[in-house]
């Protein structure tokens, strides 16, 4: 068979980019006449993905063979051993449609359907994902386009139908180290007898997404079809999103945008509400911290959002409230999966210990959720919400959900330890999220589950010299020795003292 090669399995994971991998002088990489980093179009069967090529220089493969990225692997469903062949891929049609947005023209909708389709069906490398969304950041997209985008993005995926026309959800917009708010709202607003379906992401450059966190108690890697099993039994869940295949474009659009730190307010807005309509949402509350240091740093970007987020949703035929939230310090304790559920175990079982500000702001956004409902007036819901956690039945109510999705496991511990000592007397006037979030990362977490930083003072704290700021938890001596080496170099970014 012409241009047929044998398939092998590399291990490598490329995250969600195909990659694909010949020797150079393999027979098929000369006659075809592929460089690195093209485009080559992989045949199964009656199946073809799209991946980007690496030529290697080693024995690693063979001459006859293809070696495949872990993300390739999976969307090929082959096995190893098996043979296929390679070709060109046809033009990429809507690419001219991008090259018109660079250019400052209007698209249309059907112009985002095939780009969006392009995307999701592999045929767009990295490069032309960027090109796609640098034309489309800041100001270079109206109101029509994202709702066009949003609507393409939705539809592009899997939909979720649910028994009731009523659901609930929540989403922040991010950049707050330990804001895991979701696993006690969760709870709360299902035992009150509201569907919340939650559906949460995993992190990509920061410390933990909610994902990752709620792993730490409970399966998250769960089918459509699990999901709504839990929710039927419970009337909620918290799961991985990106097991569910809602809004597939926004998966790998997100995984660009990170790497780029691009996330504009109109794409945020389509990113955002083509999950939870995809998701068979009703009525969202999308917190939107505002603080130095976060995502959103002033109310200026924030009222954008807002008018964005409202008028999007009104026209989508789905009820937004917008809440602002305060984001000039982490909330919690723990920044990591392990030291983020601990916190979050802490305010259900009521434990004297337990972070008031991760409590209080759980219940807040609770709150507004529950006054969604036509059952609560406006004003009860924090009443309501504090009753159904103090009363236990939120605890409760958590464990049955994560058993409903597959068990309620252990916290992990770290046993690579050193804590940071204030090195002058004064008042804690700043603690800056990305730094503390950076430094979390660089210990290990998401990855080691243990791993991340556990804070213990907030803003406004009388220090000493010697009074502990904060302690690394490493997943291992190495992490632990890498993050100590970038708290080294960045000593002075990461809480500010002012002298008394």
């Known amino acids: 068979m012409k241009n047929s090669l044998i398939l092998r399995q590399t291990g490598i994971d490329t995250y969600r980019e195909a990659v694909m991998y010949l020797r150079t002088d393999s027979p098929v990489c000369i006659s075809e006449g592929f460089d690195a ?3 080559v179009q992989i045949n199964y069967l009656n199946k073809s993905i799209i991946a980007t090529l690496n030529k290697i220089n080693s024995n690693l493969l063979e001459q006859g063979e293809i070696g495949l990225s872990e993300y390739a692997w999976n969307l090929l469903g082959a096995k190893e ?26 698209l249309q909708r059907f112009e985002f359907k095939e780009i969006l389709d392009d995307i999701v069906s592999g045929r767009y490398s990295d490069i032309q994902i960027t090109s796609f969304l640098t034309a489309c950041s800041s100001s270079k997209i109206d109101f ?12 592009v995926g899997e939909q979720i139908k649910w028994h009731s026309d009523f659901v609930v959800d929540k989403h922040c917009v991010g950049g707050l180290a330990g ?30 997404g909610t994902a990752d966190t709620m792993e730490v108690f409970a399966p998250v890697n769960l089918t459509v079809s699990q999901m709504k099993k839990v929710v039927e039994k419970e009337n909620g869940c918290i799961v991985w999103g990106g097991a569910v295949s809602l809004s597939p474009a926004d998966d790998i659009l997100i995984r660009v945008e990170r790497v780029l730190d691009l996330d504009s307010e109109g794409q945020l807005v389509a990113s955002v509400l083509s999950k939870k309509i995809a998701a068979g949402s009703s009525h969202v509350l999308i917190d939107i911290p505002i603080g130095p240091s976060a995502k959103v740093r ?3 970007t924030g009222n954008l959002l807002k008018l964005y987020f409202e008028k999007v949703g009104e026209k989508l035929g789905i009820k937004i409230n917008v809440y602002f939230t305060d984001g000039t310090q982490p909330v919690g304790n723990g920044i990591g999966p392990a030291l983020e559920a601990r916190d979050i175990l802490s305010v259900l079982s009521l434990k004297k210990d337990a972070p008031l500000d991760l409590r209080n702001r759980s219940l807040e956004i609770a709150a507004k959720i529950l006054e969604f409902s036509p059952k609560v007036k406006k004003g009860e819901g924090f009443k309501i919400a504090t009753d159904i956690l103090q009363s236990g039945r939120a605890l409760k109510k958590f464990e049955s959900i994560c058993l409903a999705q597959g068990g309620f496991g252990k916290i992990p511990h770290s046993k690579f ?33 243990s791993a991340g930083v556990d804070l213990h003072i907030l803003v406004g704290a009388k220090v000493e010299i010697g009074t502990p700021l904060f302690t690394i938890h ?27």
Request: no cysteine.
């Open 417 to 449: 330890l050193r804590p940071y000592l204030a090195k002058k007397e004064g008042i804690i006037s700043a603690i800056d999220n990305r730094h503390i979030s950076r430094l979390a990362k660089l210990a290990g977490a998401p990855t080691m589950k």
């Open 298 to 300: 002033n109310e200026t």
């Open 179 to 208: 804001n895991r708010t979701t696993p006690i709202v969760v709870p709360i607003v299902s035992e009150f007898g509201l569907i919340m379906p939650k559906t949460s992401s995993r992190a990509i450059t920061s410390p933990a």
């Open 37 to 39: 980093q093209a485009r």
């Open 144 to 155: 029509q386009e994202i709702m066009d985008l949003t609507q393409e993005m939705v539809l």
């Open 81 to 106: 051993g098996d043979l296929v062949t390679v070709n060109h891929p046809r033009p990429i049609n809507s690419m001219s449609f991008v090259r018109s947005k660079i250019y400052g023209n209007k």
């Open 474 to 500: 490493g997943g291992s001596k190495g992490e632990l020795d890498y993050a100590l080496a970038y708290l080294k170099q960045r000593e002075n970014d990461f809480i500010t003292i002012k002298e008394n």
